[in-house]
């Protein structure tokens, strides 16, 4: 073989190696791009999937009040439940349902009548099925309204069960007996409720709502539990933006309840709140009556300068950040306010006669419409 041809066939086999390398790095990249594709799909799909199923154990309408019988047949599967209980629109998926009572071993469903909501999670319609809740009517309702506190519930509790105020107000406040629901709730009721500057653990965490009971006499505990079984639904909802907003539960209901009780029924709550965060980020003091008239136990229509000397943790005039703990129990539109106030650069807000809230910047702006719209007089 001549030099020269010698020469050729190596060129040959060089060129064909750089083929192959070639082919074998396109090969590598396809390879790559599919795997990456497919890890791609996985996490979307396992992520969609773990999305949809939280989706599906929570009430299909938190706010219903509507109730509708369903009847669950003797002998009746896991299965048939499900889409008897979907049929009727109390969940969202019987497939969901079934693999939660399989998952959680729930079982001995009892068969009857039962008397369901919409706003009911599925947990709570596995317990009702378990207990054998069926009374066809409540038979008993309790309301407790938006921006009630510990005192005023208890006294609505107190009244509606022929109980003495006194004795249902000390109940609430028992150590043990918070205790015990620290132990049931812990997801709700941490160790922030039990700060020796907190003057009521429960202040705040007895969801506003009307509750329906299916015996002519609940006590005081299950009375307590329906409210804090709402209280734990509706706080479900907003798990993830608590999170993004580094708020507590018992942050986020102490900053939910002053907007509560600043709010009238003119007032846009999320303003409200962008003030007040504004004002923490500052390190001003929030300065909001209500706070003062929380230290000192009293309802009253004005504020005097006198009442802002009060020595507490909840005086916000004296004290910076938020006060030990909520001030009062609020609803969703109030949790929202203060998961999502809007952007604002005001530092201050007043509310006229009429209920009209009025947002400044600055000191001075806020003494002008202050002396414009309120009496001098505190």
């Known amino acids: 073989m001549t030099k020269k041809e010698k020469g050729n066939k190596q060129d040959v086999i ?7 390398h070639y082919e074998a790095k396109i090969v590598r990249k396809i390879v790559l791009f599919i795997a990456l594709f497919l890890l791609l799909f996985i996490v979307l799909i396992g992520g969609g999937g773990y999305l949809y199923i939280q989706s599906a154990l929570k009430p299909i309408d938190a706010n ?11 002998g009746s599967s896991v299965t048939g439940i499900g889409e008897r209980l979907e049929k009727n629109g109390m969940i969202k998926n019987a497939k969901v349902f079934k693999y939660y009572v399989k998952l959680k071993n729930e079982g001995g469903f009892m068969a009857g009548k039962y008397q ?7 947990p709570e319609i596995v317990s009702r099925l378990k207990t054998g809740k069926v009374l066809a009517e409540a038979t008993f309702k309790i309301t407790i309204p938006e921006g009630k506190q510990l005192k005023e519930i208890a006294a609505i509790i107190a009244k509606a069960t022929h109980q003495n105020e006194a004795d249902v107000f000390n109940k609430l406040n028992d150590k043990q007996y918070i205790k015990s629901l620290m132990i049931k709730y812990p997801d709700i009721l941490t160790d922030e409720i039990l700060h020796s500057t907190v003057k009521y653990p ?3 965490y007895l969801y506003p709502a009307t509750y329906p009971f299916f015996k002519p006499n609940p006590s005081v505990e299950e009375i307590v539990t329906a409210m804090l079984d709402k209280t734990r639904t509706v706080l479900s909802d ?3 933006k608590s999170k993004e907003k580094k708020l507590s539960i018992h942050q986020l209901l102490t900053m939910a309840s002053l907007v509560e009780e600043e709010a009238t029924g003119k007032a846009d709550r999320k303003t409200i709140a962008s003030v007040f965060y504004n004002r923490l980020k500052s390190g001003m003091p929030l300065q909001t009556d209500p706070t003062v008239l929380y ?14 000397e009060v020595n ?7 004290n910076t950040g938020l006060p030990p703990g909520p001030i009062a129990n609020s609803g969703r539109v109030s949790i929202e306010a203060a998961l999502d106030p809007n952007q604002t650069d005001y530092y201050y807000f007043l509310a006229t006669a009429n209920g009209d809230v009025i947002f ?3 000191l001075a702006e806020h003494n002008q419409k202050k002396s414009e719209y309120i009496s001098n007089e505190k």
């Open 116 to 122: 369901l909501s919409p706003s009911m999670d599925v």
């Open 238 to 240: 907003y798990t993830e």
């Open 64 to 74: 219903s009040k509507m109730y509708k019988t369903v009847d669950i047949p003797i």
């Open 14 to 20: 060089r060129q064909k190696m750089l083929e192959q």
């Open 360 to 362: 400044t910047k600055t």
């Open 202 to 204: 429960l202040e705040g």
């Open 295 to 308: 230290a000192q136990g009293k309802h009253k229509e004005k504020v005097f300068y006198k009442d802002l």
């Open 312 to 318: 507490s943790p909840y005086n916000t005039y004296k």
